[in-house]
């Protein structure tokens, strides 16, 4: 089964921009992925499913800010023009057949 | 509007057992897969089971394999999770996810092991 990889804790400015990134373990390269967001103290949130392609479809309400691309295993969310409340951790997901698989999650911290 | 409210969750002595349920609005239920993800405190989210939107095929994360039970009643639009020899590390909050890529999650249950 896959293994999905994140930096545990990134951090940037705000109103600027990061990206954050989940790779995708040997062999998996052409998986689906989803971002979820997790304020502190809230349920994970959906964020949108990006594919190897870097097609993505977000969820309900998701703020224009939010995007995914890819690039061979690697898998990205970049959140621009970055707000307080964009502070959250940040989870990827994925399936495989008969298993669902989270990656370890980035802290993101808005300076 | 899709809502999914999950219920249940108690403080348990360790080898005890629960029911955890989850309650589904907005949706064809039966039309979506469902799995049960926990987050230890201070931990990351952790998938612990899921089931197909028949209940036909059922999955289960190797740490809670033949202690857990995932079930659903597509009638009642709820899904539930069975929980037996229920130990330390079982302790979480215990949410409910919608389909393959949990596009809708629950508020969560809190499920507390201690003597």
């Known amino acids: 089964q896959p293994v999905l990889t994140q930096s545990s804790s990134a951090s940037a400015s705000l109103g600027s921009s990061v990206k954050l990134t989940c790779t995708l373990s040997?062999?998996?390269?052409?998986?689906?992925i989803a971002w979820h967001q997790q304020q502190p103290g809230k349920a994970p949130r959906y964020l949108m499913k990006?594919?190897?392609?870097?097609?993505?479809n977000k969820g309900n309400g998701v703020p224009d800010r939010f995007s995914g691309s890819s690039s061979g295993a690697d898998r990205y969310l970049t959140i621009s023009n970055l707000q307080s409340e964009d502070e959250a951790d940040y989870y990827c997901?994925?399936?495989?057949?008969?298993?669902?698989?989270f990656g370890g999650g980035t802290k993101l911290t808005v300076l | 509007e899709v809502q999914v409210l999950e219920s249940g969750g108690k403080l348990v002595q360790p080898g005890g057992s629960l029911r955890l349920s989850c309650a589904a609005s907005?949706?064809?239920?039966?039309?979506?897969?469902m799995s049960w993800v926990r987050q230890a405190p201070g931990k990351g989210l952790e998938w612990v089971s899921g089931?197909?939107?028949?209940?036909?095929?059922?999955y289960y994360a190797d740490s809670v394999k033949g202690r857990f039970t995932i079930s659903r009643d597509n009638s009642k639009n709820t899904l539930y999770l069975y929980m037996d020899s229920l130990r330390a590390e079982d302790t979480a909050l215990y949410y409910c996810?919608?389909?393959?890529?949990?596009?809708?999650w629950g508020q969560g249950a809190l499920v507390t092991v201690s003597s």
């Open positions: 997901e994925t399936w495989d057949s008969n298993t669902w698989v």
């Open positions: 996810a919608r389909d393959y890529f949990s596009d809708y």
């Open positions: 907005g949706f064809t239920f039966s039309s979506y897969a």
């Open positions: 089931v197909s939107g028949s209940g036909v095929y059922t």
């Open positions: 040997s062999g998996h390269n052409n998986y689906i």
């Open positions: 990006l594919e190897g392609s870097g097609t993505y």
